[in-house]
């Protein structure tokens, strides 16, 4: 055998993985796509979720479906993701709670900065602070005076142990050295339901679902959990800005991916969320909805989660909170 040949032998097999590797990493993946929201459909995940996952296939020109899997406040969905074929064809739409705050109250069967992976940042929320119109208060600092005066009479509604309302309460009750009841529910609607029947004080609420009744007057609104007032909310305070400087709970969701799908698909699906989350169509669908596009680099969000789990565990661990 010659020179020439073995040179032409030793290239042969050297492009072999090359081939063998672009293919596993073909973009847009050859099967159908997945985004797994994990809460049923017609709330305000599932809402931003078909807006994003629509400009996604447009964009991509394949379809991305949006595949509901509620139960457990989101955690079911996120094993699911978390177990799910690492081949770039499923995507979560991730929430705060499975993703920060669950893994301090409760053993989950996945760990959620090893078993999925960052994509992309995707939008947050305040939750707006509300009370029904019999509390007889009208302001934050009303609110505080009320609960410090008869400790333990107060009580705030949550979607469920754990979830972004629930911590949102336990963080102001840190702040404000007061000791609010926390009384869980299985989702928004019986919360509301129970507040606008009186039978409980207080909800951080999300706002397109407490906002409809604020209007009429049936609800108070006292402050928004964010460190600024939502454009869509300009006449209501912060928490912040009410004497708790630096109080901060938004109400968010990401992209994440299963944990082992390759890296260069992850920095593919990043670009394609960030474009559609720049896009000012769906800017403005999402702000409708009471919405912030948050895109971010997968770094970026890495480094954001790391500090909402820190926060949550800390305040899990002083509130000597567990999963009710």
């Given at each position: 055998?010659?020179?020439?040949?073995?040179?032409?032998?030793?290239?042969?097999?050297?492009?072999?993985?090359?081939?063998?590797?672009?293919?596993?990493?073909?973009?847009?993946?050859?099967?159908?796509?997945?985004?797994?929201?994990?809460?049923?459909?017609?709330?305000?995940?599932?809402?931003?979720?078909?807006?994003?996952?629509?400009?996604?296939?447009?964009?991509?020109?394949?379809?991305?479906?949006?595949?509901?899997?509620?139960?457990?406040?989101?955690?079911?969905?996120?094993?699911?993701?978390?177990?799910?074929?690492?081949?770039?064809?499923?995507?979560?739409?991730?929430?705060?709670?499975?993703?920060?705050?669950?893994?301090?109250?409760?053993?989950?069967?996945?760990?959620?900065?090893?078993?999925?992976?960052?994509?992309?940042?995707?939008?947050?929320?305040?939750?707006?602070?509300?009370?029904?119109?019999?509390?007889?208060?009208?302001?934050?600092?009303?609110?505080?005076?009320?609960?410090?005066?008869?400790?333990?009479?107060?009580?705030?509604?949550?979607?469920?142990?754990?979830?972004?309302?629930?911590?949102?309460?336990?963080?102001?009750?840190?702040?404000?050295?007061?000791?609010?009841?926390?009384?869980?529910?299985?989702?928004?609607?019986?919360?509301?339901?129970?507040?606008?029947?009186?039978?409980?004080?207080?909800?951080?609420?999300?706002?397109?679902?407490?906002?409809?009744?604020?209007?009429?007057?049936?609800?108070?609104?006292?402050?928004?959990?964010?460190?600024?007032?939502?454009?869509?909310?300009?006449?209501?305070?912060?928490?912040?800005?009410?004497?708790?400087?630096?109080?901060?709970?938004?109400?968010?969701?990401?992209?994440?991916?299963?944990?082992?799908?390759?890296?260069?698909?992850?920095?593919?699906?990043?670009?394609?969320?960030?474009k559609v989350l720049n896009d000012a169509g769906v800017k403005e669908a999402l702000n409708k909805h009471g919405l912030t596009?948050?895109?971010?680099?997968?770094?970026?969000?890495?480094?954001?989660?790391?500090?909402?789990?820190?926060?949550?565990?800390?305040?899990?661990?002083?509130?000597?909170?567990?999963?009710?």
């Amino acid at each position: 055998m010659n020179k020439r040949t073995l040179l032409r032998s030793a290239l042969a097999l050297a492009s072999v993985p090359l081939v063998f590797g672009a293919a596993a990493q073909d973009f847009p993946p050859k099967k159908p796509v997945t985004l797994v929201v994990g809460f049923a459909a017609g709330g305000a995940a599932d809402a931003a979720a078909r807006l994003i996952a629509k400009k996604l296939g447009e964009n991509i020109g394949q379809a991305v479906v949006v595949d509901n899997k509620g139960g457990a406040g989101g955690n079911i969905a996120h094993q699911f993701v978390a177990n799910a074929a690492a081949d770039g064809t499923v995507l979560l739409f991730g929430s705060v709670g499975p993703l920060t705050i669950a893994p301090h109250l409760m053993k989950l069967t996945y760990e959620p900065f090893m078993d999925v992976a960052a994509v992309s940042g995707g939008v947050n929320f305040p939750n707006v602070l509300v009370v029904h119109k019999g509390a007889g208060v009208k302001t934050l600092a009303e609110f505080v005076q009320l609960s410090k005066k008869k400790p333990g009479s107060v009580d705030f509604a949550s979607t469920g142990a754990g979830s972004a309302s629930h911590l949102a309460g336990e963080l102001f009750n840190q702040r404000a050295g007061i000791d609010m009841t926390h009384v869980p529910y299985k989702g928004g609607a019986p919360a509301l339901q129970d507040l606008l029947g009186e039978r409980i004080t207080s909800y951080f609420a999300a706002p397109p679902t407490a906002l409809p009744h604020v209007e009429t007057g049936k609800l108070i609104p006292l402050a928004t959990t964010g460190l600024t007032r939502p454009a869509y909310l300009p006449g209501i305070p912060t928490v912040a800005e009410s004497g708790f400087p630096g109080f901060e709970a938004l109400n968010w969701y990401a992209f994440v991916a299963p944990g082992k799908t390759p890296v260069p698909l992850l920095e593919r699906w990043n670009q394609e969320i960030v474009k559609v989350l720049n896009d000012a169509g769906v800017k403005e669908a999402l702000n409708k909805h009471g919405l912030t596009p948050q895109p971010t680099t997968r770094a970026e969000l890495t480094a954001f989660m790391k500090k909402e789990s820190t926060q949550w565990a800390t305040i899990i661990k002083e509130r000597k909170l567990t999963a009710e």
